[in-house]
């Protein structure tokens, strides 16, 4: 998944039968910090995002096809927007967390 900001929308009034209906964003992937950290994409949205909103972005064909309950048949869509970010926190783990994890990269 893909943490992005939307920057815009895009009107077409010809589109694959795959779009109608649909809204298309603009979407700019940014950091936990909300700085640029790639190029702009495009991204069906599905959470009701608009210019402005932090988003999070499922970048995975079959992860998308089945939000679209288009499992099993081609559906050329990449990217959809699954969720609009409220807020993003940033912590650090105490001791006791940091020993699970380094216990489970121990057991690999």
């Known amino acids: 998944m893909i943490l992005g900001k939307v920057t815009g929308t895009v009107v077409s009034t010809h589109k694959h039968a795959a779009y109608e209906g649909r ?18 994409f495009l991204a069906l949205d599905t959470a009701l995002a ?5 988003v999070i972005v499922l970048a995975e064909g079959n992860g998308v096809r089945q939000v679209f309950g288009k499992q099993g048949v081609a559906f050329p869509v ?9 807020n993003v926190e940033i912590g650090v783990l105490d001791d006791r967390e940091i020993g699970v994890l380094d216990d489970r990269e121990a057991a690999r």
Not at 23 to 40: Q, R, S
Request: charged share 20%.
């Open 23 to 40: 809204k298309l964003l603009i979407v700019v992937p940014i950091d936990e910090n909300g700085a640029n950290t790639g190029d702009p």
């Open 50 to 54: 608009g210019p402005g909103d932090v």
């Open 78 to 86: 990449l990217e959809t927007v699954v969720g609009v970010v409220d």
